[in-house]
């Protein structure tokens, strides 16, 4: 792919000037950092507020690592969701909606290697943040509670990286189809609503990014996990098909520069 090496430092350049690394990297370690703490003083937060009425007693299991896992792939793969499908948005509309994508391709770049960096990016960019939320999450789980075992928490991690690239990666096709931000995030958001209604079928979940939810807990627990092989295969052929429909899209369009 001509030009790619040159054109992905030119998105990395761009993503760390215009502070989306910076934001991404903040907005994940918050989500990390909490993940422990609310699994460890929820309950007791609660009991306290519980106390305070009178002939009202509450009483909660004590929390265990197991509850921090929980929180962790909640609120990384839950919430991160949202980041996934702002994120990529503008990669490749606003560049297209400014004219830069049309002149950027007159020189030696070709469209492969032009949706190839961007693609990259993005991928980098969320597995960063999925990385630093990991690390933090397991600093604080072992001094809250106790260590995770590492090789399963990065397994855990994996999936939940790869769970929030799918999401990515369909707001990346709408930004390829489409010339506006908005609609690209719209096109994100109806993808993820499908999602939710097929999700509510366990066995159609399987096959979604919210199946690999179940294995990431097991496989952080050190509990074999159902139906591993079968989402992690599935979730991985929908990136492949998703890049490869914005791939096929983006070859055919007609680009104008800003100029014309």
Known sequence: MEGFNVFLRKEWREAVRSNRLLVVAAVFLVLGIISPLTAKYTPELLKAIGTGQPGVVIT???PTVNDAIAQFIKNVAGTGIFIAILLPMGMVAREKERGTAAFVLTKPLS??????????ALVALLGIGVVLAAAITFIYTAILFEPMAVGGFIACSALVLLSLIVYGLLTFLGSTLVRSQLAAVGIGLAAWVLISIIGISPRAAQFTPAGLMDPASALARGVAPDHLWLSVVANVALCVVLAGIAWLAFRRQELTSATE
């Open 60 to 62: 909660f299991p004590t």
């Open 111 to 120: 469209r492969a290697a032009f949706l190839g960096a961007k693609l990259v």
